[in-house]
């Protein structure tokens, strides 16, 4: 089963709109990744977040991370129309297998 | 530019045929993955590899092998004993195979029936 579950699974907001996306994994990780996909092609790597790190920040983004809560969130700020696409969080296990989980995604619709 | 290619854009199965699907990074990256994508859906890991002439079963493996000969290439055969092989498919590639770091992917496969 997926060990991430994103939270909402679909978003339309306005452009210039924050955007907000959720992750909960299941088990002890060493890190936390978000991706973008826009519709038809590959995923994008967006921001890698370690198991003791609280919050990343990378241009418009923002990822916070609570290991007690087993959670992460994605936030976009000041939405654009070409952020139109799907997030997904991945998370790497503590045991360093090299294998990423991937959550369900969340598609995001930014209306100009 | 470095990154990762994959081909063709598009495939098409008949009924019985094994297909092969290309990947070639020029990342110098040590570990390469292949995962399957279903519409709406997530990415669910079908092999990874994370040394040349070494790979390990993923996920959702049945009904697919593996090669990786070379560095660089990791091609993944769909064999006719995958009964449902209609999905988006993506290569991808990472500096090491522990996870640590984020991994770079292609374009994507799309392989369909005839």
């Known amino acids: 089963s997926q060990q991430g579950e994103e939270d909402p699974q679909a978003l339309s907001i306005q452009e210039g709109e924050n955007a907000t996306m959720n992750c909960s994994y299941k088990t002890s990780i060493n890190n936390l990744q978000w991706y973008r996909q826009n519709s038809g092609r590959g995923l994008v790597h967006l921001i890698l977040?370690?198991?003791?790190?609280r919050e990343k920040h990378s241009g418009r983004l923002r990822v916070t991370l609570d290991t007690s809560k087993k959670s992460s969130s994605l936030l976009i700020t000041a939405s654009r129309a070409a952020d139109t696409a799907s997030y997904f969080c991945a998370t790497a296990r503590s045991s360093n297998t090299g294998k990423l989980i991937f959550g369900q995604g969340t598609t995001l619709q930014v209306k100009p | 530019d470095g990154g990762i290619t994959q081909s063709p854009k598009y495939l098409f199965r008949k009924e019985g045929q094994n297909v092969t699907l290309s990947c070639e990074q020029n990342?110098?990256?040590?570990?390469m993955y292949w995962y399957r994508q279903d519409p709406g859906q997530g990415l669910r890991l079908i092999y990874y590899?994370?040394?040349?002439?070494?790979?390990q079963k993923g996920d959702i493996a049945e009904g697919y092998s593996v090669s990786r000969e070379k560095k660089e290439s990791f091609p993944l055969t769909v064999t006719s004993a995958q009964k449902n092989p209609t999905a988006f498919y993506l290569c991808a590639s990472s500096y090491t195979g522990t996870g640590i770091q984020p991994q770079h992917f292609g374009d994507g496969t799309r392989l369909s029936i005839l």
């Open positions: 977040i370690r198991s003791n790190e």
């Open positions: 990342l110098n990256h040590d570990a």
């Open positions: 590899s994370q040394i040349v002439n070494d790979f």
